[in-house]
């Protein structure tokens, strides 16, 4: 089957920079799965995004080695363009995701599909049904530079998932958000996910990522320092040198462990919080 990523031994160097901060990354990522990168500021995964959307080398100069495919295309070889009817990106920062050509919420919707020469009567109905979705309905009168950072996040995914990318890249997309607002946002995902949609998500939530990744990647100084099931990256006693913290139930786990209890003997209807702890240890 054919895989939905493909890198193999991707290096980067920004123009000017004393160092790359991509060094020799390679993984996969299977067509409908969940995957997760995770690891400290500055280990390079929004840079790592970038060059999965076709950002780098397209747009970011640079220096770059090595190969990145989407879905059999490699980004080298395509336009951002091309690649935008396949991968869509939410940046870490949503104001980066603006145009800054609108004058209203829905014109930002519309925008790409716009460039696409979309009916009128089509992306009027699908900036509805994303409008609702995303819960912007009330927004689409406004310039998106008067809208709250919160509000601009919503707009930023809505803009990204309105095209039908087979593959969406998450760069910290709820970062803007309370904690109802990202709740709300990755229901949305795990949905997307469940109909067939590849997601990959740059996370610092670890509870959300241990619970849901198929696949996680532990990036620390551009490299790739772990990858594996939750299970296999969690537990493994070198989180700590990965710069990364391990979710409250891996800890929890391990301290009843260190206090003498038998995992295996708790309750048979225990809690969500048990079974999570069984699973990771």
């Excluded at 996370?203 to 619970?211: G, I, P």
Aim: hydrophobic content about 40%.
């Amino acid at each position: 089957m054919r895989k939905a990523i493909e890198v193999k031994d991707f290096s980067f160097r920004y123009r000017n920079a004393s160092s790359s901060t991509l060094k020799r990354i390679s993984f996969a990522v299977d067509k409908g799965s969940f995957f997760c990168i995770i690891g400290a500021n500055g280990a390079g995964k929004s840079t790592l995004c970038n060059a999965l959307v076709g950002l780098i080398p397209h747009y970011f100069v640079g220096r770059s080695k090595g190969l990145v495919q989407i879905e059999g295309v490699d980004v080298a070889k395509t336009t951002i363009a091309e690649l935008s009817k396949t991968i869509g990106l939410v940046f870490q920062n949503p104001f980066n995701q603006l145009s800054y050509t609108a004058g209203t919420v829905a014109e930002e919707l519309a925008f790409g599909l716009g460039n696409y020469g979309v009916p009128r009567e089509v992306m009027h109905e699908k900036v509805l049904q994303v409008a609702r979705l995303m819960h912007v309905e009330e927004l689409l009168d406004k310039n998106p530079l008067d809208l709250s950072g919160g509000q601009v996040q919503r707009v930023a995914f809505g803009s990204a998932f309105i095209m039908e990318p087979s593959i969406l890249v998450l760069d910290e997309c709820t970062a803007q958000l309370d904690p109802l607002g990202s709740e709300e946002i990755f229901n949305i995902v795990k949905d997307l996910n469940s109909s067939g949609v590849t997601v990959v998500m740059v996370d610092h939530d670890m509870e959300r990522v241990a619970q849901y990744a198929d696949q996680v990647m532990v990036m620390r100084k551009g490299k790739v320092a772990a990858l594996g099931t939750p299970r296999e990256v969690f537990t493994n006693p070198r989180t700590p040198d990965w710069g990364i913290d391990v979710p409250d139930y891996v800890k929890l786990g391990r301290g009843l462990q260190s206090a003498g209890f038998d995992l295996d003997e708790l309750p048979i209807d225990e809690s969500h919080a048990v079974q999570t702890v069984r699973g990771l240890l």
